[in-house]
């Protein structure tokens, strides 16, 4: 929005010509962002609050987490206002992916919120049923992915990584590839959001890594020099992935253990889809279990877990998703919390390091 008034002016006004640059508005999104959330951050919780929104504790979690009922959740609502409303301010709004992105963020953030607004008037943690929730998923997903197809700039092909001669072509198989990328990574982040700023970080850390990868993709000589699939328009999504990035950091002033508010899944839901669309616009959707390294290991704990018990009645680990499993080693919540967030930084570091590695 304000990039569509104001650069316009720059041929009366020079300086306004810095808001031609993506990295400048991407820098500005990330500071509006923070701004916004760290503004409304505690009105939210104390609203939040006087409503009794309050999270309700799984009967069979860890026993120490009971004494965090009550405390106010969907706080997602936060990260979803900052970065839409950051994107909507500083991006260029005539970008088909801009507003892809923000479909499928807000998309999936409804249907997140109806899961928590049906625990909370449940008043337990059962909300949506699963079938029920995959069936809204892949009602948003679907669209978004057959809209990446039949772009031109984005196709069918499927670059794959350390191979800069090997795209194979998907046709329309591509469209339930991604499908399934965007609704497995949204509930992959789900599961994750267990522990008091144990999912905002990873997910901090993979948005600020799918807007490198977005930039670079979007910008023809850097393409070129790196020799990856080059996507007009692609870097537009950096300001989106600038704003996420900081409305995350924004709400982890208030997340961060002991936690005042929890995200719920109208934020957790959403966030994981958003950096899935990221990637494959980014033409780099093989990376993400690479980047989402923390978000498929829980995954995947939860499903060898329920496979295992069903097949063998025996359990892999004590309780999943799997950093249940070490609270009940006994390690401290916050030693987890901070070592899965240096792995989420190596998965990034490995992630980008496959731009020099073809």
């Known amino acids: 929005m304000l990039y569509q008034i104001l650069y316009p002016l720059h041929r009366t006004y020079s300086a306004l010509n810095v ?13 509006t962002a923070l701004v916004i959330s760290l503004w409304l951050g505690k009105p939210l919780i104390r609203k939040l609050s006087e409503m009794r929104v309050g999270q309700h504790i799984r009967d069979d979690g860890p026993e120490r987490h009971k004494a965090k009922a009550g405390t106010p959740t ?18 260029d709004l005539s970008n088909a992916y801009v507003w892809l992105v923000l479909f499928v ?17 449940g008043r337990s943690s059962a909300g949506l ?22 772009q031109p700039e984005v ?10 001669d090997l795209h194979p072509e998907l046709g329309w198989w591509y469209v339930p590839f991604a499908a399934l990328l965007v609704v497995g990574t949204s509930n992959a982040v789900n599961l994750t959001d267990g522990l008091d700023g144990l999912a905002i970080v ?16 979007g910008h023809a000589e850097i393409a070129r020099y790196l020799q990856i699939h080059h996507v007009p328009g692609a870097g537009e999504l950096a300001v989106f992935g600038g704003a996420l990035v ?10 961060a253990y002991p936690a005042k508010v929890f995200m719920g899944d109208v934020g957790s839901l959403p966030l994981g889809a958003a950096i899935a669309v990221m990637m494959l616009v980014s033409k780099q959707a093989l990376l993400l279990p690479l980047l989402g390294g923390v978000f498929f290991a829980e995954m995947f704990s939860v499903i060898f877990q329920v496979a295992s018990y069903k097949t063998r009645r025996k359990r892999i680990f004590r309780m999943a998703p799997v950093h249940h499993h070490f609270e009940l080693l006994g390690w401290p919540e916050p030693l987890i919390i901070v070592r899965f967030w240096i792995i989420a930084v190596i998965c990034a570091l490995l992630s980008l390091s496959t731009l020099k590695l073809r």
């Open 155 to 164: 196709g069918t092909e499927l670059p794959v990584p350390l191979f800069k």
């Open 19 to 31: 808001f031609r640059y993506i990295s400048f508005r991407t820098l500005l999104a990330g500071l």
């Open 246 to 255: 900081a409305a995350g950091l924004g709400f982890l002033w208030f997340n």
């Open 105 to 121: 963020l807000l998309g999936f953030g409804a249907i997140g919120f109806v899961d928590d607004y049906r625990k909370l008037r």
């Open 202 to 217: 990873p997910v901090a850390i993979a948005a600020g890594t799918c807007t490198v990868f977005a930039y670079v993709a």
């Open 129 to 150: 049923s699963a079938r029920g929730k995959l069936w809204l998923q892949f009602g948003i997903a679907v669209p978004a992915a057959i809209f990446l197809a039949i």
């Open 74 to 91: 969907m706080g997602g609502t936060l990260i979803l206002f900052s970065s839409a409303l950051a994107t909507l301010l500083l991006a």
